[in-house]
């Protein structure tokens, strides 16, 4: 009896984050200052603990991937390929996506110095707001994460210093 409960358990805890998910994505970006919104959708594929790949069909071509420490892009023309254990900032916001997805927001606050507030969100799932306590240059000043009753994520929010805020939908199949 205490196998099955133990094994029961583990199962509980595997439930409560993304072990991997396969779907589609919508993107809004908002420049705050001038209000701008650049609308980006496409497809997103996660696989524990650290391969993600964004393909976006709109606009056609570009791409956020992580392979496990490598962060590559080519967004609107803006490319990037760094190993992020020479970069922290980059390093930091690969962290913040891939463990938004696996539903370990506390391990998000913890490397940003930021403080997290989780609240019952729609459906029996979870809100959760995580806000850095001082201003740096770069990386983010805060995320919104809704996830639904069974641990998966289906909407998070990037605030960056830049006043940019970043907000993706996604549908998992």
Partial sequence: ????????????????????????????????????????????????????????????GDYFIIDGPYLRMDLRGVSLDVNTENNKTVKAQRNAILYSIAGRYEEIAAEMDADCTVTAGSGGGKHVVIKTRKVLPKGYSGMELDYKKNGQLRKMVLEEFGDISTEYILTVK
């Fill in 1 to 60: 009896m205490k196998k099955i409960l133990t094994i029961a358990l583990l199962l509980c805890g595997l439930a409560a984050g993304a072990q991997s998910l396969e779907g589609t994505f919508t993107q809004a970006k908002t420049l705050k200052i001038s209000g701008k919104v650049i609308k980006s959708e496409g497809s997103i594929t996660y696989t524990a603990p650290d391969q993600l790949a964004m393909l976006y069909t709109k606009p056609d």
